[in-house]
């Protein structure tokens, strides 16, 4: 079976007024229906990783490939295939919830009825009330446009999902709601799910593989529980702290 | 995707935009009451100077209203997009950019439809003008070839944005106010110093004003027209392309540079 994801040698640089490696020498893979985690601070590189498999960065070496489908060169066979949901939820914050989805979907070729339904349900699941769906979104709270994001990424039906920190700055309870919903997703549609998270009980609790990330290198990757027994530590921050020679705490501080 | 789906891409970005226009309608109704008064004042002037100048300023004013309208919302949808942070959703969606781009032009080109017909009867009535001796499928006909060479521009204009969303959207001023300076929209190109002058002749504002005077106040026929209507579509023809291909560079160097990203 071909992988839902497969990155060679992936570098990418930025030069502002210094060069700053943001991603350094990226191999991996992700089997179909996986959930891959990647964890690590601000700055690691997760985003930008994120944004060369959303077709919208150029890596400077390596490959990166969905479905097979070479991320420069076939840019335009991949896009009905893959959505994104990114740390700050993006809209048109003056228009409201259904307007921002209508737009969407529209974008996705879903018709207007078929869209609306299908974002009620998922809007449902994520506990989110109906009847703010016509209020502009700037009134809505930063959960409330976090959960219009997740159904704006998941209504398209991919079949892979880049989710850049989905529940960063949630409250407990949304993030307790996101979490559960992307668990459901994954075990009725088959997804393949690429999640980046600061939040290494959520990686623990959410991923089938995770890898951490750090300065655009991974310094580490496998099954939780397998580095958990492999590094005989309680948990992943510990594991983080084995590795890197850092405290997870104090590396998110830092960022 | 198949041609439903194109066409569902399109209409997104007229379905968006007017919801953005409804959400701010009181600025709508602020910038449209400004616009009226433009033209009623400009018009003013011209009955101060001499009845016949009335009709040769108003033209002025209505065919810049019209088409800046065109040059702005096609590149303003792509500083708004730099703005909210939608553009990676937009760009990363299973659109041509083509489909992209027709799409904000389809939105710009019926807005100004809308609003410049709305100054236009206000003028027609506070002036009480006769516009019977004048060639009106003549001056239809140049008005959409014209809208085809703003669009162009405005095409070309998208990307001083989507390279930079505050500095982009200055200098897409700076290039609208130098089009108003150099193309006749109330004088002719003939009292511009010497210097300035060689400009005019590259903008097609400069072709659309002189052929809608000629159709209003001359009543030229078709064939006096077509000329100017040619060399009009001819400028169409090259611009608009030239804009996606320009538009697509210019989104290949932010792809590669990472100047998409708002955030994160």
């Known amino acids: ?255 | 995707m198949n041609l439903k789906a194109h066409g569902y891409g399109s209409i997104a970005f007229v379905e968006r935009n007017f919801a953005l226009i409804k959400r701010y309608f009181g600025w709508e109704l602020v910038f449209l009451s400004y616009n009226i008064v433009n033209a009623l004042a400009i018009g003013l002037i011209g009955v101060y100077m001499g009845k016949e100048m009335v009709l040769y300023l108003i033209i002025g004013a209505l065919v810049w209203g019209f088409l800046s309208i065109l040059f702005h919302e096609i590149s303003e949808s792509i500083a708004w997009e730099r703005w909210e942070g939608t553009i990676e959703y937009t760009f990363m969606a299973p659109i041509s950019r083509f489909v992209h781009l027709i799409g904000n032009c389809l939105h710009a080109v019926t807005y100004g439809v809308i609003r410049s017909t709305l100054i236009l009867m206000i003028v027609i009535f506070f002036f009480n003008i006769s516009i019977k001796d004048a060639n009106l499928l003549g001056l239809v006909i140049i008005l959409l070839v014209s809208g085809l060479s703003f669009v162009g521009l405005g095409l070309v204009a998208a990307i001083l944005p989507l390279l930079s969303t505050e500095k982009g959207v200055y200098a897409t001023h700076i290039f609208e106010a130098v089009l108003l300076l150099i193309s006749g929209v109330y004088y002719e190109i003939d009292v511009l110093p010497n210097w300035i002058r060689p400009l005019s002749y590259i903008s097609p504002a400069t072709y659309t004003l002189r052929a809608m005077r000629a159709a209003l106040l001359e009543g030229a026929a078709m064939k006096q027209l077509l000329p100017t209507i040619l060399l009009l579509v001819a400028i169409g023809v090259v611009l608009i392309p030239l804009g996606m291909l320009i538009f697509r560079e210019a989104e290949l160097y932010a792809k590669r540079t990472g100047k998409l990203k708002r955030s994160g």
């Open chain 1, 1 to 255: 079976m071909e992988h839902a994801v497969k990155c060679v040698g992936l570098k990418k640089t930025f030069t502002k007024k210094k060069s700053v490696t943001a991603l350094d020498q990226i191999t991996f893979s992700i089997e179909q229906r996986e959930i891959f985690g990647i964890v690590g601070p601000n700055g690691s590189g997760k985003s930008t990783l994120i944004r060369i498999l959303s077709t919208l960065l150029i890596p400077d070496e390596g490959s990166a490939y969905i479905f097979g489908y070479d991320v420069v060169r076939d840019y335009a066979k991949i896009r009905p295939l893959i959505n994104r949901v990114s740390v700050d939820a993006a809209f048109f914050k003056g228009i409201s919830a259904w307007e921002n989805l209508r737009y969407a979907a529209r974008l996705y070729g879903l018709g207007s009825r078929e869209a609306k339904e299908r974002a009620l349900v998922i809007l449902r699941q994520l506990g989110f009330s109906e009847k703010r769906f016509h209020e502009p979104l700037e009134d809505l709270s930063r959960g409330m446009q976090q959960k219009v994001a997740i159904a704006r990424a998941f209504f398209t039906s991919p079949m892979l999902l880049l989710l850049d920190e989905p529940t960063t700055g949630l409250d407990p309870r949304s993030k307790q709601e996101v979490q559960k919903y992307i668990r459901t997703s994954m075990s009725h549609n088959g997804l393949t799910i690429l999640l980046s998270t600061h939040d290494m009980h959520e990686t623990e609790m959410l991923c089938d593989r995770v890898a951490i990330i750090i300065d655009g290198r991974f310094a580490v990757a496998g099954r939780p529980q397998e580095l958990l027994h492999q590094y005989n530590k309680p948990n992943l921050e510990e594991v983080f702290l084995e590795v890197t020679g850092k405290a997870w705490l104090e590396v998110e501080d830092e960022s």
